[in-house]
């Protein structure tokens, strides 16, 4: 029996869609509106930039790293692009290329002091997160930009269709990106060299720059990546909320970090998938939207998402502990 | 020393030696504290020689004591975990649950007209009432932590959650306001000059300097620090150990929600967020090793203190708050870069420093001490 649990619970990935599964089936029974697709699209709109943020945020994770930065590079890159729109008329594709590189550099910076310091990302990153937060909001003082260019607030649909039932379903640009960053990602860690690399690196480091990986160009890749990638959140982020914010992401750092590791990304480096990610952001995005719709107080979801992160850790611990004992029996 | 001889049992000779030099460094107290000392002490006299009228008085040291003892007493209740390995993310929860249950008690419970000896019993009721949350609250973190063996970033991350989630949903978001004036003594009050609060949070970093120095505890805390699997073979219940670490994690979060209470006169679930970040920069800024192991609570002590000299000069020179954070984030990476050129990374031993040259950024983050038993597990299966 208890291999058998291990089996099954011991890829977090299975489990959390055995439990996706059992939600959308509880769910769907006791709610009619929720296996619509008006729900559906709005779920994955709702959940765009939380979605993107975990991709990055995944990478930095297998290759053995934590960046908690990435919410204060976010802000400051969607500060950037809006200001250099509205002060200075960029038109979108400088404003937003120079976005990028800006968050590009400052997931670097985390890279390089990692690397050169020898200290531990979590400490780094705090560091840079102060004063990447502290620098930008005293440079803009804390003031919003509301009068973003129509290219940006636009809620633009790819696709517009109107249900039977009369509702009208957009895909829109949140979501047209976020499935570009997740493909992307996907490309990235599990069909190319470099994603192997991060792998590598993450999985055993010592091993991996003695087989000739250069960890420095890993470690710049992964964080370089996640900087790229908040600056693409911070994009779209502004667009749905039609403003640029200097504390956009404030507090947001733990809950992407949550969603990641929810999605089996271990904190030890070298494990995890791109569809966990997908299936962790898909499970709290279904458990919020079916207590929003079986009428729990939305205050309660707190204590759900708590409950959910521990019984996730619960299991893969076990799982762990028991694959750990099944390996020493059979060495002895 | 002869009495914590007996559980380093049958080592070798080697690893006595080693323990040895543990428990000397423990007690010597020569960590890295004066490279702490010397900069706060360029600290004073830079604000002294820009400010020399309004920096160095009386009033201001005063002002920076009424200042220092939350960031203090939650930077102790982060540092203890992480000497052991560990880390405690839910510090700020579990202290705005604690105050929330307090400040629940001494405002809708208490009868509003209780004086005299109903309103001791009833402030005693609250505060007891706190701290037993806060030992409930460190005891399934601790056994969490022990049972699981997955790392307490994790634990802790879904513990916050959780107990953020549970004051969100008892407060629907509201602050309670208006206690005792009683408690507020505690945050106002002086005693010779020195306030109240800041006498608190002296007396509790003694004790637990001593606690972690000076017992068998605190050896072991430390132990379990360098090598989880080393010394649970020694004999030593583990467990136990890390129970006893969250439990006075969470202890010390209480005394922090006394003394933030006391000092906002209101209890919220989202008060003093952003301490969370700062307590971990300011126990690593003091020489609290990240991986565990090696840490003193003099040097966090003095580390608070340059962090307050900053905040304080720079709103006595009128400069940004927001510069004085993203000062101490440059201090950090400052003092950071300082270890690592001048070669003198007072922690870890020299194959340790010679593992964490290939392995920069992993080393043992992961996993309390059992990263690399776990990784050669998951590659034999």
């Known amino acids: 029996m208890p291999r058998a649990f291990s089996v099954v619970f011991g890829r977090t990935e299975t489990a959390l869609a055995a439990a996706i599964l059992i939600a959308a089936v509880i769910l769907s029974l006791s709610s009619p509106y929720f296996l619509t697709l008006p729900n559906f699209v709005n779920l994955i709109e709702a959940y765009s930039v939380t979605t993107v943020l975990a991709a990055g945020v995944f990478v930095v994770l297998v290759s053995g790293g934590i960046d908690i930065s990435f919410a204060a590079t976010a802000s400051a890159t969607q500060y950037l692009a809006a200001y250099l729109a509205t002060s200075y008329g960029f038109p979108a594709v400088p404003a937003l290329a120079l976005a990028a590189a800006l968050g590009v550099a400052m997931g670097s910076i985390n890279a390089l002091l990692t690397y050169y310091l020898r200290v531990v990302s979590i400490i780094v990153t705090i560091a840079t997160s102060s004063i990447y937060y502290a620098l930008l909001i005293y440079l803009t003082n804390a003031t919003e930009i509301y009068n973003l260019p129509d290219w940006w607030s636009n809620r633009f649909a790819f696709v517009r269709y109107v249900t039977a039932s009369d509702d009208v379903v957009k895909i829109t640009l949140p979501i047209v990106v976020m499935v570009a960053a997740v493909v992307l990602t996907q490309y990235l860690m599990a069909h190319t060299r470099i994603g192997r690399q991060v792998y590598a690196l993450g999985g055993n480091p010592e091993a991996a720059s003695r087989i000739g990986i250069n960890v420095l160009g890993v470690q710049l890749l992964a964080y370089g990546y996640l900087g790229f990638l908040a600056a693409v959140a911070g994009f779209i982020q502004a667009g749905r909320v039609h403003q640029a914010v200097p504390t956009a992401m404030a507090g947001q750092e733990l809950n992407v970090l949550a969603v990641a590791i929810l999605g089996g990304a271990s904190l030890v480096g070298g494990i995890g998938s791109m569809g966990g990610v997908v299936l962790g952001v898909l499970f709290l995005a279904m458990l919020q939207n079916g207590l929003n719709l079986l009428g729990v107080s939305p205050y309660f979801f707190g204590v759900v998402i708590g409950l959910a992160i521990l019984i996730s850790i619960s299991m893969t611990g076990y799982a762990e502990k028991h694959a750990r004992r099944r390996h020493v029996a059979r060495a002895s | ?381």
């Open chain 2, 1 to 381: 020393m002869r009495h914590v001889a007996p559980w380093t049992g049958g080592a070798g000779r080697g690893m006595t030696a080693q323990f040895d030099g543990l428990v000397a460094a423990l007690r010597r107290g020569s960590v890295n504290v004066g490279g702490l000392l010397v900069l706060l002490a360029a600290l004073v006299g830079l604000f002294s020689l820009l400010m020399p009228t309004t920096f160095p008085r009386v009033t201001t040291l005063q002002a920076m004591m009424f200042q220092v003892p939350e960031l203090g007493l939650l930077s102790l209740a982060m540092a203890i975990p992480l000497i052991s390995g560990g880390i405690n993310l839910a510090i700020i929860a579990t202290a705005n649950s604690a105050g929330l249950l307090m400040a629940w008690i001494l405002t809708a419970v208490m009868p509003p007209d209780a004086g005299g000896a109903t309103l001791a019993f009833w402030m005693a009721g609250a505060l007891a009432a706190g701290l037993l949350l806060c030992v409930i609250v460190g005891v399934m973190t601790g056994l969490l932590v022990a049972a699981l063996g997955v790392h307490p970033i994790l634990v802790t991350l879904g513990t916050m959650t959780l107990l953020h989630g549970f004051s969100i949903y008892f407060t629907r978001g509201r602050t309670l306001s208006g206690f005792p004036d009683a408690l507020i003594l505690v945050s106002n009050e002086t005693v010779w000059g020195v306030p109240i609060s800041f006498v608190i949070f002296t007396v509790v970093a003694v004790i637990t300097h001593l606690l972690l120095t000076r017992t068998a505890l605190g050896v072991r805390i430390h132990m379990i620090g360098s090598n989880l699997e080393a010394t649970r073979f020694s004999g030593v219940d583990t467990r136990r150990v890390l129970v006893s670490v969250y439990v006075m994690s969470s202890l010390l979060c209480w005394l922090a929600a006394v003394v933030m209470m006391a000092r906002f006169n209101s209890a919220g679930a989202d008060i003093a967020q952003s301490y969370l970040l700062i307590t971990i920069l300011a126990a690593i800024l003091g020489g609290v090793d990240p991986y565990g192991g090696f840490g003193r609570i003099v040097g966090l002590f003095v580390a608070l203190w340059i962090l307050q000299m900053i905040a304080s000069g720079f709103n006595l020179m009128n400069i940004s708050p927001h510069l004085a954070l993203a000062s101490w984030g440059f201090i950090l990476l400052f003092v950071m870069a300082v270890k690592r050129f001048a070669g003198s990374l007072h922690f870890g031993s020299r194959t340790r420093r010679a593992r964490a040259d290939l392995d920069p950024n992993s080393g043992r983050s992961g996993g309390i001490g059992e990263a690399n038993d776990r990784r050669t597990t998951r590659s034999g299966v």
